[in-house]
C-alpha cells in the first residue's frame, strides 16, 4: 500500500497531508496536528476519549483510517471555540457541575453532547446517559457529566432566538 493524499476541513479550515497506510485519523490529530485533546485511551474503540466529530457525528478516531475521512469535515475539541481561550457553554457547564476531574474522558463527553444538543436540543436524563454511554469516566460516577449536559441544553434554550 501507497501513501495517499488526503484533503479534510479539520476545525473549519482546508488541510491537506499524505497519510502512509492505515494510519488512523487520532495518530495524524494528536502527532501531525497536535490537537492533543483527541486522547489516547485504549486504542480499541471501547472508551470513547478520542472522539471527535465527522460531518458532526460522533466518531471514535483510534478505529478510523484517515482516508475514510477525505472529503469530510472534522472537529476536534480546539474547534468548538474560535479562541483558545474562550469556553464553549458546555465547557462552562463541565466546569461549574464538577464534570471534570482528571480531564480525560471530557473532550470525548462534549463532543458527543455537543452531537446531542445539535439533534435533539432538551433532551431528557434518559437521552442524555444513552448518548455518553459509549464513553468511559473513571472519576466522575457520571451523575455530574449528565447533570452539566443537562444545565448546558436548560441555558441555550434561555438565550432569545
Ligand atoms: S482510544 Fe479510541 S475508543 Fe478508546
Ligand atoms: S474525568 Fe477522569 S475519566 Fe472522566
Avoid: W
Avoid at 44 to 71: A, F
Amino acid at each position: 500500500m501507497k501513501p495517499e493524499v488526503v484533503s479534510f476541513l479539520l476545525n473549519n479550515r482546508e488541510v491537506v497531508i499524505i497519510a502512509p497506510p492505515l494510519v488512523t485519523l487520532q495518530t495524524v490529530l494528536r502527532e501531525q496536528f497536535e490537537l492533543t485533546a483527541t486522547k489516547a485511551g485504549c486504542l480499541q474503540g471501547g472508551c470513547g476519549s478520542c472522539t471527535v466529530l465527522v460531518d458532526g457525528e460522533p466518531m471514535v478516531s483510534c478505529l478510523l483510517p484517515v482516508q475514510d475521512i477525505d472529503g469530510r469535515a472534522v472537529t476536534t475539541l480546539e474547534g468548538l471555540t474560535t479562541a483558545a481561550t474562550e469556553l464553549h457553554p458546555l465547557q462552562e457547564s463541565f466546569f461549574e457541575n464538577f464534570a471534570t476531574q482528571c480531564g480525560f474522558c471530557t473532550p470525548g463527553m462534549i463532543l458527543v453532547s455537543k452531537a446531542l444538543l445539535d439533534h435533539v436540543p432538551h433532551p431528557s436524563r434518559a437521552e442524555i446517559a444513552e448518548a455518553i454511554s459509549g464513553n468511559v469516566c473513571r472519576c466522575t460516577g457520571y451523575q455530574s457529566i449528565i447533570e452539566a449536559i443537562a444545565q448546558a441544553a436548560e441555558r441555550a434554550e434561555e438565550v432569545p432566538a
